[in-house]
């Protein structure tokens, strides 16, 4: 018999990585897809905390047999719970250490391949400002692929001292260029959708982008705009940021249309860097304060255990079991459904079922799952 460690969800209910932090199961043939299902989750959430938290490999875990030296596997343990908590803060869920459901939603998000905790050394000088373009496998024309790169650092720019030019020759701080098939780092559709190295020397810099991936310039696929934009603040030295209002959060968090700009976040991290003592008039948007006496909410609805605070396209979860109160997106809960600036939402306990109004239209929602849409009667 083969035993292995897993830990994931079990069809129907959950487990969780703090109480039950890994489970031995038997490798049995009575429940082959459960097995496989739960081994597919492990290799998921261990792959996603190695790549974005730093997750240690395990010791042993090659040979699939339980011989690692039982401190170390606790030890190992311990990691793995805290890194998961450590991402569940990130994306503002409720830090259960629960491989639950909106967990693994948010580890399937497409993003950026760069990690969530890379350390970032501060270089005063050089700023990167010489760009450019590899004209291999671009998705559109050269013309049209141009003029969106030219619009994303543009929107830098203009809120530092950094002036960028566009060469045709080798030496370039920033290098950009899509990738695909054989020697792609990349992953094909879905998934990463393009990453970025920190400023530095030679691969410093350079802006990678998956050429497998759906590239729009207009309101379908993923926004090459988008990803340009947050990908050229790595190359300017920005890491991740968990403010899900920033260009630097790293997941893709754009609805079709929406109007792309740089957030309070990502302006006054760039100027901190490269410009501490400049002070715009039109200052960038705000993500709503939590702390702010002055704010007030759209709606505030009961979900299950949690409280739910909703004000424009965000929300705050209040869980009970939990002092913190995660800020996320409307559309990490309910991903093109539930729209943003809500003028009301309730929760029917008997029908396990929460409504949104907005306007002349109503929505409602069992779990997380949208059952119904209409207008009010
Ligand atoms: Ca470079
Ligand atoms: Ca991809
Ligand atoms: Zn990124």
């Not at 047999?65 to 908590?85: I, Y």
Request: charged letters at 25%; glycine letters at 6%; a neutral charge.
């Amino acid at each position: 018999m083969e035993v292995v460690l897993v830990a994931g969800e079990v069809p129907g209910h959950f487990l969780s990585t703090v109480e039950v932090p890994l489970m031995v199961f038997c490798a049995d043939s009575r429940a082959p897809s459960l097995y496989s299902h739960l081994r597919r989750l492990t290799c998921l959430l261990q792959s996603y905390l190695q790549q974005y938290y730093g997750l240690h490999p395990r010791a042993g875990r090659q040979k699939r047999h339980a011989t690692a030296e039982p401190n170390e596997e606790v030890s190992w343990k311990s990691e793995l719970c805290q890194k998961m908590e450590r991402m569940q803060r990130f994306f503002g869920l409720p830090p259960s250490g629960e491989l639950n459901n909106e967990t693994l939603v948010v580890m399937k998000r497409p993003r950026c391949g760069l990690s969530d905790v890379e350390h970032v050394k501060f270089l005063k000088k050089p700023l990167p400002s010489i760009i450019r373009i590899a004209g291999m496998k671009l998705p559109n024309s050269k013309l049209k692929v141009h003029k969106v790169f030219r619009a994303a650092w543009k929107m830098w720019s203009t809120v530092t001292p950094i002036k960028f030019r566009k060469r045709s020759r080798r030496e370039a701080d920033i290098t950009i260029s899509f990738h695909t098939g054989d020697g792609s780092p990349f992953d094909g559709k879905g998934g990463i959708l393009a990453h970025a190295f920190l400023p530095g020397a030679g691969i410093g810099g350079d802006v990678h982008f998956d050429a497998e991936e759906d590239w729009s310039l207009n309101s379908t696929g993923f926004s090459l705009l988008a990803v340009a934009v947050h990908e050229f603040g790595h190359a300017l030295g920005l890491p991740h940021s968990s403010d899900p209002g920033a260009i630097m959060y790293p997941a893709y968090n754009f609805a079709p249309n929406f109007e792309l700009q740089l957030s309070f976040t990502d302006v006054k991290d760039v100027q901190h860097r490269y410009d501490p003592d400049h002070c715009y008039t039109n200052p960038p948007p705000r993500t709503p304060d939590k702390c702010d006496p002055d704010l007030s909410f759209d709606a505030v609805s009961e979900l299950r255990q949690e409280v739910l605070f909703f004000k424009d396209r965000f929300l705050w979860r209040k869980h009970p079991q939990f002092d913190e109160i995660g800020i996320t997106l409307i559309s990490s809960l309910w991903p093109d459904s539930v729209p943003s600036h809500l003028d009301a939402a309730y929760e029917n306990v008997e029908k396990d079922m929460t409504l949104f109004f907005k306007g002349i239209h109503v929505l409602s929602v069992n779990k997380l799952q949208v059952e119904s849409s209409g207008v009010k009667s």
